[in-house]
């Protein structure tokens, strides 16, 4: 297969595997009603520190991802800053990518390899990713998608009107975007894959003019071209109203005249009013598939236009266009239509404004799914506006003001990535408060965020408990206590008998009981730093 070549490409291929793991710390002060919001999340941070956070708790269950990146067209002002290992990329960093950068192609394709791997370990066997994407980059992010995901994965691009008015400033008048689709299983993807709502064109091809009892109907013909016939589909046929037909030259009956027979007996075949016309099938709206096979070309009728979706911004935040590369709900409500399932988990890892959470809100009220969705936005802060933050003061606020606009049943945490904590980060010395590292196992085996870190008791060594297991850590935030640190026999006991569960879970730094005794009392030792993000 071709690959893409690219400076920088072997120093950034793997450094998903360098990221270490952080912590996802909630900040309950801007929560917005998470009761009604259960799994609905806005994180704030890198996306690729925030990506690697989420992966130990959401690895291969997110079914439907978007992304809308840096078009890079040398205008949007993004900068690279990812801590790769490399003198070559170390002297991008902190640098605005503009068009007279000769590398900006280079140092785009670098930021994006990374969390596409990332988002690679995200996605569900079935699922699909879509990313937005105009004519500076499609050709780059079509071959690198084809190397991240595998040759063998689908793909298909969709072709989205973004403006319907005449743009006279440029050479053409550029009125689409690209959505890309990438389904690593296209069987998968295929036997599950959404169909759109039936448009109201659709819906006027259904008639009755007969008055049949069953219903609405539209005909379809009743022949095709003969190449492939057998000699059962050449036969001559008699209409009610007296006239003698043959199949059309060179055409053949798409069924033997035993089956036509059956079927005018039903009253399935419609001769026209007069009973004289070429015979053709009734299809009935009550048996049709409910919904239309998604094409590939996407009209600013069908799903809004980046107008419109400046306009929407604008009812809510009061005629304040905060933020200007905004997407339409009906574009992401399309796209949800044809890649979720009524529970599936959704995730944008370049959020905005939040328009992905707004339409999965929009889409559950409609069909009572249970979606829940996962954005993750940058502050974007910098030296000369160190207060900026995309995420808390735009993703989140459009998101709540969506909630009480339209009085959604739904609700949100908001978390913020936090400091490192894995094997090698703690080995070179950075070791988590006792809290700080209970909050996280705790996370790592429940998927939930600790409900209340003033029930961790670093006396006891107990973390928190669940309907099938309690959890303890047995930790010291000091090297040399660590050395003489072990789950014992004494302790195993202890834990027993203070705790009642199905079954214990110790993470410690070492364990002096043996896998016979461990099974005996229904305890999954977890070593750590080393086995700290093992999964399962």
Known sequence: MPTLQFKGKASVWNHHLAIPYHTLEEVRDLDFQPGKGDGNLIVEGDNLLALKALLPQYAGKVQCIYIDPPYNTGNEGWVYNDNVNSPLIRQWLGREVGTDDLTRHDKWLCMMVPRLKLLRELLADDGAIFVSIDDNEVHRLREMMDEVFGEDQWTATFIWEKRTTRENRRVFSFNHDYIVLCAPNRDLFEARRGLLPLTEEVEARYGNPDSDPRGPWQSVSLNAQAGHATEDQFYRIKTP??????????????????????????????????????????KFRSEAKEGLTPHTLWTAAEVGTTDSAKKALLQLFDQELPFEAVKPVELLLHILRIGTDLDSIILDSFAGSGTTMHAVMELNGEDGGSRKCILVQMTEATEKEPEKNISRDITRERVKRAIEKNGYNSGFRYLRVGKAIDAQTMLAGELPTYTELAKHVYYLRTGAYHPDANQVSETDYFVGGTEREALFLIYKNDYDALTRLALTLELAEKFRSAHEAKRYVVYAPACYLDQESLADMKIDFVLIPYELHRRG
Do not use: S
């Open 241 to 282: 109203g007296g006239r003698t037909l043959d199949p059309p030259p060179g055409r053949c009956w798409t069924v033997t005249e035993k089956r036509l027979k059956e079927l005018i007996a039903d009253n399935r075949v419609w001769f026209g009013q007069d009973g004289t016309n070429v015979p053709r099938l009734k």
